[in-house]
C-alpha cells in the first residue's frame, strides 16, 4: 500500500507571496492533519479534516488554511508569506476507526526569502 | 497549556547499548502516546504507542514504559544499533476522537559503532 505522498517536496517563495501544498493520504485513511516542523517550535499541530470539514485547528494565524476533497485528498495554504513560515510542512493521515495511530508524509520543504 | 517535556535533547550511545529517551505530559486527558521516528529528509514514522491502562509495551528491540501517577513515559532501545541514530519524538493525544498530536521536542540519537 502506497504511503503519504506530499507534493511538492520543496518550495522556494518570496515573502508577500502565497502558496498551496497538496497531500494525498494513504488509501482509505479519511482523516488528514497538517502539522509544521521547525528547528525551534519543532512539530506543531495546523489543522486536521474529516470528510471534507475541518475538525480541529491548532493555534495559527488565519493564513493558514485548507481544505479537503471528496478522495480525501488535502491541501494547505498559506498566504502573505513571512520569512517564519519557513519550515517543513508534514501531513499525515490515519483510519477512521483508528484516528490515533498517524502515518506521516515526507513533508513539503518550504523556505521563504 | 498542553505540553510535552522530552529530555535529554541528544543522546550518545555505543553500539549495543541501552538508549533511554524520557517524556513527561500535564494534561491528564491526554490517553495515547505514540513514539516516533525519524530520519533527516523524511517524515516522523511510528514506532510504538501505548495506552495508559498498561505499564509498558515491547516491540523487539523497543519498549515504551508509562508511569501514569508520574506522568512519564520512556522509551528503551534495547541494543541500540548504529541504523537506530535518528530523531525520536514522543507525542501525546486526547480521547476526543480527533487526531491531534502534542509533539516533545525531540531528542537526537546518536550511536555510535
Known amino acids: 500500500k502506497a504511503g503519504v505522498t506530499q507534493t511538492p517536496r520543496y518550495l522556494i517563495k518570496t515573502r508577500g507571496q502565497q502558496v498551496t501544498l497538496s497531500c494525498s493520504p494513504i488509501?482509505?485513511?479519511?482523516?488528514v492533519s497538517w502539522y509544521q516542523q521547525t528547528p525551534g517550535q519543532g512539530l506543531q499541530f495546523l489543522f486536521e479534516?474529516?470528510?471534507?470539514?475541518?475538525?480541529n485547528k491548532g493555534n495559527f494565524p488565519g493564513r493558514f488554511s485548507g481544505r479537503q476533497f471528496s478522495n480525501s485528498r488535502s491541501e494547505m495554504n498559506v498566504s502573505t508569506l513571512e520569512l517564519g513560515d519557513s519550515a517543513l510542512y508534514l501531513c499525515?493521515?490515519?483510519?477512521?476507526?483508528?484516528?490515533?495511530?498517524?502515518?506521516f508524509g515526507p513533508g513539503t520543504r518550504l523556505t521563504v526569502t | 497549556q498542553q505540553q510535552v517535556k522530552q529530555s535529554p535533547q541528544s543522546l550518545i550511545v555505543q553500539k549495543g547499548g541501552i538508549s533511554i529517551i524520557n517524556c513527561a505530559y500535564e494534561?491528564?486527558?491526554?490517553?495515547?502516546f505514540p513514539w516516533y521516528q525519524q530520519f533527516p529528509g523524511k517524515g516522523p514514522a511510528l514506532l510504538i504507542a501505548?495506552?495508559?491502562?498498561?505499564s509498558e509495551k515491547k516491540e523487539g528491540r523497543f519498549t515504551i514504559s508509562f508511569n501514569k501517577s508520574a506522568k512519564q513515559f520512556s522509551l528503551h532501545i534495547m541494543d541500540s544499533q548504529p541504523g537506530d541514530s535518528a530523531t525520536y519524538f514522543c507525542?501525546?493525544?486526547?480521547?476526543?476522537?480527533?487526531?491531534?498530536?502534542?509533539f516533545g521536542k525531540g531528542t537526537m540519537l546518536l550511536v555510535s559503532p
Open positions: 499525515a493521515s490515519s483510519l477512521v476507526g483508528d484516528l490515533y495511530e498517524q502515518y
Open positions: 488509501s482509505g485513511h479519511r482523516s
Open positions: 479534516y474529516f470528510s471534507e470539514t475541518q475538525r
Open positions: 494534561n491528564t486527558a491526554f490517553d495515547y
Open positions: 501505548i495506552r495508559p491502562d498498561v
Open positions: 507525542a501525546a493525544s486526547m480521547g476526543s476522537g480527533y487526531s491531534t498530536l502534542t
